[in-house]
T-cell receptor
Framework: GENVEQHPSTLSVQEGDSAVIKCTYS??????FPWYKQELGKGPQLIIDIRSNVGEKKDQRIAVTLNKTAKHFSLHITETQPEDSAVYFC???????????FGTGTRLKVLA | DSGVTQTPKHLITATGQRVTLRCSPRSGDLSVYWYQQSLDQGLQFLIQYYNGEERAKGNILERFSAQQFPDLHSELNLSSLELGDSALYFC?????????????FGPGTRLTVL
């Protein structure tokens, strides 16, 4: 069935360092890949997304890369700040249902 | 603030009871999705409605049902509640159901079944 694996489950970095979170999807028909940030007690917030016709997308300190052949995509956060501390979820979706299949989440802690 | 509202914020009830969770999508959004977030299952898609009609079903139990009303707000009904139904329930909305889309999540309803 459809599945998205996400690694690592927890990640601690020093302030100013980079953080990388990786996801692998199983359904080759997936064509839209959003990333969400969830802070404690809040709903997931969309931070960046990428579509299957693009290999990389960047928005300030955040970037996402997609390798369709290997069926994996990654979130890169540079110059991390304490306010980046949160749980990050990747997801995959495809045309037809447009439902999201979420990864299991990564708890990022940025140490000041 | 995503523009999606959910009520109530917290709900505590007993096993066997029935509850209704409410969601108002962003202004103009036609599509509503419901997700369940639990510690052991992560974020799981339950059901999608588009402009009042059911469009997709996920891992939704038969004890659960949903509907979307003419004003586009949606309700998720959970009945014969069990301890394992305790979770965060999120609603998300998007402008359309066709084509790649962004989903905007509400703040969630935390359900505790005692």
């Amino acid at each position: 069935g459809e599945n998205v694996e996400q690694h690592p489950s927890t990640l601690s970095v020093q302030e100013g360092d980079s953080a990388v979170i990786k996801c692998t999807y199983s359904d080759s028909a997936s064509n839209y890949f959003p990333w969400y940030k969830q802070e404690l007690g809040k709903g997931p917030q969309l931070i960046i997304d990428i579509r299957s016709n693009v290999g990389e997308k960047k928005d300030q300190r955040i970037a996402v890369t997609l390798n369709k052949t290997a069926k994996h995509f990654s979130l890169h956060i540079t110059e991390t700040q304490p306010e980046d501390s949160a749980v990050y979820f990747c997801a995959a979706s495809k045309g037809g249902t447009y439902k999201y299949i979420f990864g299991t989440g990564t708890r990022l802690k940025v140490l000041a | 603030d995503s523009g999606v509202t959910q009520t109530p914020k917290h709900l505590i009830t007993a096993t066997g009871q029935r509850v209704t969770l409410r969601c108002s999508p962003r202004s103009g959004d036609l599509s509503v999705y419901w997700y369940q977030q639990s510690l052991d299952q992560g974020l799981q898609f339950l059901i999608q409605y588009y402009n009042g009609e059911e469009r997709a079903k996920g891992n939704i139990l038969e004890r659960f049902s949903a509907q979307q009303f003419p004003d586009l707000h949606s309700e998720l009904n959970l009945s014969s509640l069990e301890l394992g139904d305790s979770a965060l329930y999120f609603c998300a909305s998007s402008p359309r159901s066709l084509g790649d889309n962004e989903q905007f999540f509400g703040p969630g309803t935390r359900l505790t079944v005692l």
